[in-house]
């Protein structure tokens, strides 16, 4: 009896044995089966999306690069055709990324209509989440009104701005001496499609141009340099140039930009800007003579600042140009109903690599930017961006004060901004005044767009101040009168 028992346990144990060693092998080919489906579902989704962009393709493209000042405006206009067999929502575009770093602005429009008719629909255009592409490059994608089906076509216009991507050369000149520039890119529109035709047209400030690359067929007229027409470019393709060239206009650019805006509801605004302005082009080396620069101004000093113009809003008055020393006098205002422009002459000639500091101020009646929305909310409309005409701004602070008791405080800004909140405290404050503050790096003149702060506020605020020093004036005159009738002597 025993003996069964034996080998009916050895025949469990053997049972057992083959049991495991299948599930064993069955969870082994079922670990490697899921593995290979994950790997081929990421192939699949690797190669549609590196695929996507070639299901498009740029029937024609045209870029005009604007060398005139020191801000770099380029203009793309593309015929992008659907050759996939799904319908497209977005198009891509492809920056080098040496230029993404001083990209400032970009904006896309669809054309619509037929000839005369013609117009301009914004698009949205987003940095995309695509994996970089050959040699580093950035892509940004443009959302399409309407998914291009295939076989169809649309008409895209891009602009978009360059800041400081002009390297003086040489890097340092003498007061006689014109500023020579050099200007990087390539002859060939970095695309990540395929592009049938295209051309590229740089225009530079004035027919001085010591020398530029040439990518054949390549032709200079006048202020004109034109590269193209190439056909049939493969995707990513790239032909670097180098154009050097004359360019005197000044290289004004403030380094940081403090705008205090102080709401007041007794009825003005009172603006204050705080200025770090810097000449950004070549250095001056050697000795400066202001006869010279006073006798021979066009030949000495011509890329230095001989005036700025400050453009301020209408109705401007109260307007005050100081330095660290005092007032300027060296300005001129010119007020109409529908513009005011502040000339202003630095205290010194500003040549490259020199800088100034300044304040301007000024005061604007209230009811031309405070209104009231529908639902009760008082707003501020003001301009965002820089006054001073062609001016980069590395840095720019808007400080909106609002009114002491004010609640709920938020901004509405046409582009992405730094958003924060403070206190600041004046005259008669108790609980002090909130302070919206919205910060923005890389800012061009075309940032001067209206942004708008909305805010909560009682009017019964608005009695706090007089009822406070009348209050004061009303306890110091009883204060005198008691005095006055009160005996404080020892005599009886």
């Given at each position: 009896?025993?003996?069964?028992?034996?080998?009916?346990?050895?025949?469990?144990?053997?049972?057992?044995?083959?049991?495991?060693?299948?599930?064993?092998?069955?969870?082994?080919?079922?670990?490697?089966?899921?593995?290979?489906?994950?790997?081929?579902?990421?192939?699949?989704?690797?190669?549609?999306?590196?695929?996507?962009?070639?299901?498009?393709?740029?029937?024609?493209?045209?870029?005009?690069?604007?060398?005139?000042?020191?801000?770099?405006?380029?203009?793309?206009?593309?015929?992008?055709?659907?050759?996939g067999e799904s319908p497209a929502s977005n198009v891509l575009l492809a920056f080098p990324p040496s230029q993404v770093k001083h990209l400032s602005l970009i904006q896309a429009s669809e054309l619509a209509g037929k000839k005369k008719k013609k117009s301009l629909q914004p698009l949205d255009v987003k940095p995309s989440d695509h994996a970089d592409g050959p040699n580093g490059a950035k892509f940004f994608s443009i959302?399409?009104?309407?998914?291009?089906?295939?076989?169809?076509?649309?008409?895209?216009?891009?602009?978009?701005?360059?800041?400081?991507?002009?390297?003086?050369?040489?890097?340092?000149?003498?007061?006689?001496?014109?500023?020579?520039?050099?200007?990087?890119?390539?002859?060939?529109?970095?695309?990540?499609?395929?592009?049938?035709?295209?051309?590229?047209?740089?225009r530079t400030p004035t027919t001085k141009v010591e020398s530029f690359t040439r990518v054949e067929p390549s032709t200079q007229m006048r202020t004109e340099l034109k590269y193209g027409p190439y056909q049939d470019q493969p995707p990513f393709s790239y032909a670097p140039i180098l154009v050097h060239f004359e360019n005197n206009n000044p290289f004004a650019v403030v380094e940081e930009l403090v705008r205090e805006i102080e709401i007041s509801h007794w009825g003005y605004l009172q603006i204050t800007e705080h200025y770090k302005l810097v000449h950004n082009g070549a250095r001056h080396k050697g000795?400066?003579?202001?006869?010279?620069?006073?006798?021979?101004?066009?030949?000495?000093?011509?890329?230095?600042?001989?005036?700025?113009?400050?453009?301020?809003?209408?109705?401007?008055?109260?307007?005050?140009?100081?330095?660290?020393?005092?007032?300027?006098?060296?300005?001129?205002?010119?007020?109409?109903?529908?513009?005011?422009?502040?000339?202003?002459?630095?205290?010194?000639?500003?040549?490259?690599?020199?800088?100034?500091?300044?304040?301007?101020?000024?005061?604007?009646?209230?009811?031309?930017?405070?209104?009231?929305?529908?639902?009760?909310?008082?707003?501020?409309?003001?301009?965002?961006?820089?006054?001073?005409?062609?001016?980069?701004?590395?840095?720019?602070?808007?400080?909106?004060?609002?009114?002491?008791?004010?609640?709920?405080?938020?901004?509405?800004?046409?582009?992405?901004?730094?958003?924060?909140?403070?206190?600041?405290?004046?005259?008669?404050?108790?609980?002090?005044?909130?302070?919206v503050v919205l910060e923005k790096e890389n800012v061009v003149p075309e940032h001067n767009s209206l942004f708008q702060v909305y805010y909560d506020f009682h009017p019964m605020f608005m009695l706090a101040e007089p009822l406070m020093l009348t209050s004061v004036f009303f306890f110091l005159f009883v204060a005198a009168v008691a005095y006055l009738h009160m005996d404080i002597s020892i005599r009886k």
């Open positions: 009896m025993f003996r069964r028992l034996g080998s009916i346990l050895l025949l469990l144990r053997e049972k057992t044995k083959v049991n495991m060693e299948v599930f064993e092998a069955r969870s082994r080919s079922t670990l490697i089966l899921s593995i290979l489906v994950l790997l081929s579902l990421s192939f699949r989704s690797s190669s549609s999306l590196s695929s996507s962009p070639s299901e498009l393709q740029i029937l024609s493209a045209e870029r005009r690069i604007d060398l005139a000042s020191h801000i770099i405006r380029v203009v793309l206009n593309l015929k992008v055709q659907n050759d959302s399409l009104r309407n998914p291009l089906s295939t076989g169809g076509s649309v008409s895209i216009e891009v602009s978009y701005i360059l800041t400081q991507s002009l390297e003086p050369f040489p890097v340092e000149i003498s007061q006689s001496e014109p500023q020579l520039v050099l200007y990087r890119d390539g002859a060939l529109i970095l695309s990540p499609y395929a592009i049938k035709q295209q051309t590229t047209v740089i000795g400066f003579s202001r006869v010279e620069y006073q006798s021979r101004p066009s030949i000495s000093g011509v890329s230095s600042f001989k005036h700025l113009l400050a453009r301020l809003p209408p109705r401007v008055h109260s307007v005050y140009y100081r330095d660290n020393i005092g007032n300027i006098s060296t300005s001129h205002l010119r007020t109409s109903y529908s513009k005011s422009e502040l000339e202003i002459e630095p205290r010194y000639p500003l040549l490259g690599g020199w800088k100034a500091t300044f304040v301007i101020g000024y005061v604007l009646p209230l009811q031309d930017f405070l209104f009231e929305s529908d639902d009760g909310k008082r707003y501020l409309n003001f301009s965002f961006g820089c006054p001073i005409a062609e001016t980069v701004v590395n840095k720019i602070t808007n400080k909106v004060v609002l009114p002491e008791g004010s609640k709920n405080p938020f901004a509405v800004v046409p582009f992405s901004v730094e958003r924060h909140a403070e206190t600041s405290y004046s005259y008669l404050d108790i609980v002090g005044r909130p302070v």
